[in-house]
């Protein structure tokens, strides 16, 4: 990225100098860089400023050029981002569009039987997040896709997690749409995209007008340093080392939990085991404790959090949470851990070890008071 901060600054769509032409060159390379990553072509993404964006153009987009349509209705699971559900409210309430929410399991993966029963011919769109963000379920995209194609409807997925969850090589081929964003998968913040299947950008109204960018879907000049620093961590991502780092971190989560669970205290992790959950994501509850106490005392030795960066600090509980299953009590006492490329087995056994002392600290006062 570092040429494109000092000296190549052109705008990319100068298309009078040979520095604009490199510039959207650039573009153009890094555009390709994050299609190769879900199996794609570079015309089929579009950059945004972040996956917040890019759901917006996708769900909105899609909804308001099918006005006065006969498909007036949009599904969503009950676990989707907070940033998924606020469009669904909009959406219905702006343009009058019905919502249904999806019901899952006690792991976070969609009941297939509520979505066949659903599913009808007006449904326009599926929305379903590819790999959650609090509990790390991965959905069965494909058969997700079968049953959505099945009655003529678009399937969207919010992408944004499954970079780092999961091989997305086949990805493209089962769904219509997908959000990805750069700063959770290693790359710079303040850049995103959407996959948009090539024969549906026609279907597509932009959200953001002016000169007609990115085949007038998403019109501004993109920044070329970050398009090209998305692209490159996507490049990263893509190698067969990918899949080695990712196994590694599994382990190295089932570690984290492991040794959660030889403590004296009583914890119970929630969400999914195994491969479809995301190899990073640890979400556990600590039965007795209230998650906001415990994340104060473990400050500023340990980063956790109670949700998703852009709902913490609410004082509701996860509505994913509570979506597979736990009652008020139990959701306010879960922790979402996140273990990354960078963390190393003495950061996980430094970690637990602070856990073990902060929560004894909190139980011995609890027991004076």
Known sequence: MRPYWRHEFANPNSADHAMGWAAAEAVEVAASKAAQLIGADGDEIVFTSGATEANNLAAVGLARRAMGGSRRRIIISAIEHSCVVEIARVLHDLWGYSIDVLDVDEDGFIRQDCLTRTLDSDVLMVSVVLANHEIGAIQDVSSLAAAVRNVGAFLHCDGAQAPCAMDLRSVSEHVDLLSLSAHKMYGPEGIGALF??????????????????????????????????????????????????????????????????????????????????????????????????????????????????????????????????????EAQASIRFGLGRYTTDADVDEAVVLIDSVLSRLAAGRATS
Request: with cysteine; charged share 20%.
């Open 196 to 329: 948009i299947r090539r024969d549906l950008q026609a279907c597509i109204e932009p959200v953001i007008y002016g000169a007609g960018q990115q085949r007038g879907l998403r019109s501004g000049t993109l920044p070329v340093a970050l398009c090209v620093g998305m692209g490159a961590a996507a490049e990263l991502l893509a190698t067969e080392n990918a899949e080695v780092e990712r196994e590694q971190l599994r382990r190295r989560s089932e570690r984290f939990v492991e040794q959660l669970r030889q403590l004296s205290w009583s914890v119970h992790l929630n969400g999914p085991t195994g491969p479809r959950r995301h190899p990073g994501n640890v979400n556990v509850r600590f039965e007795g404790f209230a998650a906001q106490d415990v994340l104060l005392a473990l400050q500023p030795h340990l980063a956790a959090s109670t949700g998703s960066a852009c709902t913490s600090g609410t004082e509701e509980p996860s509505h994913v949470l509570r979506a597979i299953g736990l009652s008020k009590g």
